[in-house]
Structure formats: structure tokens, C-alpha cells
């Protein structure tokens, strides 16, 4: 689990920069399509979140095994999915998606993936 919680850190860090620091820029690069007003503070709310989860990631790397470190698994493995279901829906919706939302996309469920299948493994190990 410390490599899983180490990658998500660092993406969730670099994209939580991104969004806090240019989020209209982030936005176009993600989903093709100009960001503004209220979508900005959102997106900076979002960028909140993501270095929030980021900085849990990384202080949970070096404590795998405590029950603190399962919750924040779960919340990655939420996370992750609730993204790829957030952000297919989007890219099938909007015309201006391009191949940056799509990577996002495979890239968050390939994380969830990881993230599902080592709870799978120690749930099977544990009993």
C-alpha cells in the first residue's frame, strides 16, 4: 500500500497545484472547455481537497498497516471511481473533451483498480 499511497500523493499534489494555481488553464487542458466566476472557486475548493488528500497520502505511506491508513484507502478507492464516473460522463457530454480528460480518466481507473485489488489481497490474506 505505500507505493499506492506514495503515487497518489504525488498526483494529487501536482494536480492540486495546478487547480490552485491556474485553474482556468487546468480546466482547458482537462476538459477542452474555459472555466469562470463561481467555476473558479470551485476549482480552487477542489484543488483544497486534492492537496488534502495528497498530504494524507503521504504521511500514510510510512503507516500501512493502522486502521487510519485503510480509511484513507477507501477514500482513495471512492475518490478514484467517483472521478472516472465524474469525468467519463463529462467527456461523453461535452464535445471539446479531448485526449488529456480521457488520460484522467484511464488514470483514475487504473488507481482504483491498484487501490480495489490490494483491499481484495488483504482481505483474502486476513482470513
Not at 480546466?27 to 483544497?48: H, P, Y
Amino acid at each position: 500500500m505505500k507505493h499506492l499511497f506514495t503515487a497518489t500523493a504525488v498526483i494529487e499534489l501536482g494536480t492540486g497545484l495546478a487547480l490552485l494555481i491556474a485553474p482556468v488553464i487546468t480546466a482547458r487542458l482537462l476538459l477542452g472547455a474555459e472555466i469562470s466566476g463561481a467555476t473558479t472557486a470551485i476549482a480552487r475548493v477542489t484543488a483544497a481537497a486534492l492537496l488534502g488528500l495528497g498530504v494524507a497520502c503521504w504521511f500514510a505511506r510510512a503507516d500501512v498497516q493502522s486502521l487510519a491508513s485503510r480509511g484513507i484507502a477507501a477514500a482513495i478507492l471512492l475518490y478514484d471511481f467517483g472521478a472516472v464516473l465524474v469525468l467519463g460522463a463529462a467527456g461523453i457530454q461535452l464535445q471539446t473533451a479531448g485526449i488529456n480528460l480521457w488520460l484522467a480518466v484511464a488514470l483514475h481507473g487504473a488507481m482504483g483498480i491498484w487501490c480495489a485489488a490490494l483491499f481484495w489481497r488483504k482481505a483474502t490474506h486476513s482470513s
